[in-house]
Every structure is written in C-alpha cells, then in structure tokens.
C-alpha cells in the first residue's frame, strides 16, 4: 500500500523545487539581458578629427544637395553642387528630373524645367546611380544641404554618406558674423526666427533682393554660396553633421 502522506510530501517539495528552479533560471535570463542592454547603450568612442594638410584640403571635394518634393512629398528633382572644401567655389552642377514622380506635381513645379538649367529627365534610380558614380569617382563623401534632415530622410539612396547641415552653422551668430546683433538669439546663440536660405543669403551677400528660387540646382548653387560666404574652414562643419 502506497503512503498518500509521504506522496503528497515529495509533491510539495518537487513544487518548491521547481519554482526555485525557474526563479534562478529567469534572473539568469535577467542577468544577461541586462548586461547586452548595458553593453549596446554604452556611447562609442569619439572620433577625433585630424586637420587637414593645405594639400588634402585643396583636393577635396564637397557636394551640395537640394530637393524639390512633389504633392505626395516624394522627390522629383534633385541638385548637386560640387566645389572645393579650401575656398567652397562652384565647380560643376548636376540637375535630374524624375519622369514619373514629377509629373505628379508639386508647389513648384513652375520651376522645374527652366531656360538655360542643363537637366537630365531619367528614371531616379538612373539618377543616383549616375550621381553615387560620380561621388565614386571624384572621391566624394562629404555632402552638404540646408537644412540637411530634410534632404537625407528623403534620399535614402544616400545615407552612407556624412551629411552635414548647412543651417547649423549659418543660423549661428559665433559662426555667421553678418547676423546683427538686433536680432533675437536663443541662449545657445541660434537666432530666434528667420534663419532660412532666403534671410541668411539676403545677411551675408547684402543682396536685400535675393530671393529663392526653389529649382533644386539652383538652390543647391546658393547653398554652397552660403557656405563660401560663410569662411569657415571645412573641419568647422563636423559639429553640423547630422547621422
């Protein structure tokens, strides 16, 4: 004959047992989790930057990136501006129109197709493949937008390469020292309003006529214009850099 007592004894203690079993097992779990967590948050190690050889710095190319989106706010035209990171002129421009995408439309579409702008109407896939060839083969990987988080959320096509925005220095008043001291400033020193391309370009060329055109090659022509209006070397532009 079975002893009930001394069986419902074991079944108890196996419970215990069990329970304390997986009670390690999950703090084990708990444990390890912690540990990658504390692991993937640790902050990488900062990169310093050595300044550019006056050689290094004559060779090397910049590009200047502006968009124009259509109503369902997809790009349909792209800019490219390239100059030198020693003195930021303009040495050629680049200017694509997306067949399908722009024959949606958008605000200003008006300016999409004007006399005497060299454009290039092909598939956007054509198109940054020819542009990332280009970047390739003058050794590119500096681009440049205003406003920059626009431009790179809508080019996915171009994230590998370190963005840098243009507003981030310009709407400075310890960087762009055209800026009146009348103006209203944050405490971080960025104006307060008005530091769009249109306000910022009317500061430093004097031009109070200036006005945007909203075509993408040409607006990218006035971003690096901005830049070489700015005179600040190109290792200034590191704090500006957005991914």
């Known amino acids: 004959m079975r002893n009930e007592s001394l069986d419902f004894l074991n079944m108890i203690k196996n419970q215990k ?74 040495l050629e421009k680049k200017y694509y129109v997306f067949d399908r995408e722009s024959r949606k439309g958008g605000m200003y579409s008006y300016v999409l197709h004007m006399r005497d702008v060299p454009e290039v109407v092909c598939s956007r896939e054509r198109a940054m493949d020819e542009i990332k060839e280009y970047f390739a083969q003058n050794h590119i990987d500096m681009l440049f937008a205003y406003n920059a988080k626009f431009d790179y959320n809508h080019l996915p096509e171009l994230k590998e390469y370190n963005w840098y925005d243009i507003m981030r220095i310009a709407a400075y008043k310890q960087y762009n020292h055209s800026i009146p001291e009348t103006l209203q400033f944050c405490k971080t020193g960025r104006l307060k309003s008005d530091y769009g391309v249109e306000p910022i370009m009317k500061m430093l060329s004097g031009n109070r006529r200036y006005s945007e055109v909203h075509n993408a090659v040409l607006d990218a022509e006035d971003e690096l214009k901005i830049v070489e209006l700015l005179k600040q070397k190109i290792d200034v532009y590191e704090c500006a850099r957005i991914n």
């Open 17 to 90: 047992s069990n329970a304390r079993s997986k009670t390690e097992d999950r703090s084990k779990v708990k444990t390890t989790v912690q540990e990658e967590v504390k692991e993937v948050s640790k902050p990488l190690p900062k990169k310093e930057l050595r300044p550019l050889t006056k050689r290094e710095e004559k060779e090397l190319l910049i590009a200047v990136i502006d968009t124009e989106t259509n109503w369902d706010d997809v790009v349909m035209s792209i800019g490219v501006a390239i100059g030198r990171a020693s003195d930021f002129k303009c």
